[in-house]
């Protein structure tokens, strides 16, 4: 089946440090949404993208959709502790009715 | 607006017993879907619906049967519960086709699951 390789899957930063990962994928997606899970809790929507190319911030955090639309970013720029949490990638193919297609995820940890 | 709840938060079930896992939305999206989430597997989803009265497999759908009776409601079965069944299930739904905003796909709170 699809896949999306999501990297690093994890990785300790100090606060106030810049963070970036990403996914890939063999696949072209239409869309590429990124998600933040705090612990024990669900996953919540952070940044949608829409089209190839497309740079989105939402505060520190900024996303693109990779021009080839296999491939998506996410950057948090001056981590904080609150940052700490699991990150997801998920992309949507052209036919719109199949599920999303999830990365197994990103977990930060902010050392103070 | 509640978006998408769940109940229950917790349970713990012996093996061979059976439970219904409940989601509900508020937001009258059409699709509607069960991931479980176990360390290092990210989600899986177990079975999805794309309307009142459909269901489909997904990744993962041995040992869960689901049923959507009313578009707010998407519930997952577990006829007879086994270990490997321990898990967060987390239920997620979205808006139909159309524009792309629609893709955009909303989660619930979980529920934690421990089967002995």
């Known amino acids: 089946g699809q896949q999306l390789n999501q990297s690093p899957q994890s990785m300790f930063i100090q606060e106030g440090e810049d963070v970036s990962m990403n996914c890939t994928s063999s696949?072209?997606?239409?869309?590429w949404l990124w998600y933040k899970q705090d612990p024990g809790e669900g996953p919540v929507l952070l940044i949608a993208?829409?089209?190839?190319?497309e740079l989105t911030s939402n505060g520190r955090l900024t996303a693109q959709f990779g021009i080839t639309r296999k491939d998506s970013f996410l950057n948090i720029s001056a981590s904080i502790p609150s940052d700490v949490g699991i990150y997801f990638c998920?992309?949507?193919?052209?036919?719109?009715?199949?599920?999303?297609?999830f990365g197994k995820g990103t977990r930060l940890s902010v050392i103070a | 607006n509640a978006g998408v709840t769940q109940t229950p938060k917790f349970r713990v079930l012996k093996t061979g017993q059976s439970m219904t896992l409940l989601c509900a939305q508020d937001m009258n999206h059409e699709y509607m879907y069960w991931y479980r989430q176990d360390p290092g597997m990210g989600l899986r989803l177990i079975h999805y619906s794309v309307g009142e009265g459909t269901t489909a497999k997904g990744e993962v759908p041995d040992g869960y049967n689901v049923s959507r009776l009313k578009k707010q409601n998407f519930l997952l079965g577990l006829e007879s519960a086994a270990p490997s069944q321990t898990s967060v299930y987390f239920c997620?739904?979205?808006?139909?086709?159309?524009?792309?905003?629609?893709?955009?796909?909303?989660f619930g709170p979980g529920t934690r699951l421990t089967v002995t």
């Open positions: 993208l829409y089209k190839a190319g």
């Open positions: 997620a739904s979205r808006k139909s086709l159309g524009e792309a905003k629609n893709y955009e796909q909303y």
């Open positions: 696949s072209i997606f239409n869309t």
């Open positions: 998920a992309g949507q193919r052209n036919s719109g009715n199949t599920p999303l297609v």
